[in-house]
Nanobody
């Protein structure tokens, strides 16, 4: 099993910045994909940004200029740099990873518990 822990959320004023982290831990696992999702109040959970094949990245149109992502493979950690935050960005942000174990080909999807980001006007 893989555990994902998000951190870095909080309360900020519009125009501020936050840096979210997602740390993965477990035994003999391989990460094939890591994504950030967010769930706005009363809305469905949607993709924000993530890594696809290799270091290829994908972004939601609404955040691409403002929310660059990066990762540290040695630490199994992914980051979301959130700049120029807007009240509309207020949401619970979740980390999702697709992993395999050892040499087994099966892949599994895991979710973190989420971290709250609140942006005030």
């Amino acid at each position: 099993q893989v555990k994902l822990v998000e951190s870095g959320g909080g309360l900020v004023h519009a125009g501020g910045s936050l840096r979210l982290s997602c740390a993965a831990s477990g035994s003999e696992f391989n990460i094939w994909r890591m994504d950030w999702y967010r769930q706005l109040p009363g809305k469905q959970r949607d993709l924000v940004a993530g890594f696809t094949k290799g270091d290829d990245t994908k972004y939601a149109d609404s955040v691409e200029p403002r929310f660059p992502i990066s990762r540290d493979n040695a630490k199994n950690t992914m980051y979301l740099q959130m700049n120029s935050l807007k009240p509309e960005d207020t949401a619970v942000y979740y980390c999702n990873a697709e992993v395999s174990f050892g040499s087994a080909p099966n892949r599994y999807s895991y979710w973190g518990q989420g971290t709250q980001v609140t942006v005030s006007s």
